[in-house]
């Protein structure tokens, strides 16, 4: 059974930190990845923070390079993302997302290379 189960959110002050979570299961995933929704945005405006596949290749969005560090744990069934220096525009909804082809899921942020999702979890930074 695929679950994939983020916490860790919360609200913070701007440069304050957070780390997420994903407890992935179902599968050996090619790709893992996180995806945020901004308040007021559809699921189809969802955009990439960051993503890790099975050969090391790891992508930000330019938005959080240099703040956000993405990991996996030993057994690669968990993901993590590491924020720093939260700023008020990294407020939305986190989601972390998984795919087993490499092929649809390496090196994209599309929305439709990613056939599982998590239900999010909340990230809200006051100024």
């Known amino acids: 059974q695929v679950q994939l189960v983020e916490s860790g959110g919360g609200s913070v002050e701007a440069g304050g930190s957070l780390k997420l979570s994903c407890a992935a299961s179902g599968y050996t995933y090619s790709c893992m990845g996180w995806f945020r929704q901004a308040p007021g945005k559809g699921e189809t405006e969802r955009e990439g923070v960051a993503s890790i596949d099975s050969t090391g290749k790891i992508m930000y969005a330019d938005s959080v390079k240099g703040r956000f560090t993405i990991s996996q744990g030993n057994a690669k069934n968990t993901l993590y993302l590491q924020m720093n220096n939260l700023k008020p525009g990294d407020t939305a909804m986190y989601y972390c997302?998984?795919?087993?082809?490499?092929?649809?899921?390496?090196?994209?942020?599309?929305?439709?290379?990613?056939?599982?999702w998590g239900q999010g979890t909340q990230v809200a930074v006051s100024s």
């Open positions: 997302a998984a795919d087993t082809w490499l092929p649809r899921c390496g090196g994209t942020w599309d929305l439709a290379g990613y056939n599982y």
